[in-house]
């Protein structure tokens, strides 16, 4: 079964820090461009990062440019999103897919994904 499982979220200050794991089941992650989406509470969900999978390039929305880095471990078959400096507007939950970045396109079916929350 072809899966994506996100990890790694939590209760977290502002602006602290957490990385968020993609890892891939029954799916090879390289293979695909793998994006970053988030959705809040009463809130459309929204992409927040990608990296392209021919040359890792990366793409970020404007509202987490130079806090948070997306990156790809090919051997584990994961891609991370480190994010630093959370702020509240940061609150969602994070999911992970194939897609094909700067698109709507999404390749694979939507996770759990993994709930970060950032509150004092």
């Known amino acids: 079964q072809v899966q994506l499982v996100e990890s790694g979220g939590g209760l977290v200050q502002p602006g602290g820090s957490l990385r968020l794991s993609c890892t891939g089941s029954?799916?090879?992650?390289?293979?695909?461009?793998i994006g970053w989406f988030r959705q809040a509470p009463g809130k459309e969900r929204e992409g927040v990062s990608c990296?392209?999978?021919?040359?890792?390039?990366?793409y970020y929305a404007d509202s987490v440019k130079g806090r948070f880095t997306i990156s790809r471990d090919n051997a584990k078959n994961t891609v991370y999103l480190q994010m630093n400096s959370l702020r509240p507007e940061d609150t969602a939950f994070y999911y992970c897919?194939?897609?094909?970045?700067?698109?709507?396109?999404?390749?694979?079916?939507w996770g759990q994904g993994t709930q970060v929350t950032v509150s004092s």
């Open positions: 897919a194939a897609t094909r970045c700067q698109s709507n396109l999404v390749f694979t079916s």
């Open positions: 029954g799916f090879i992650i390289n293979s695909y461009a």
């Open positions: 990296i392209s999978s021919s040359d890792g390039r990366t």
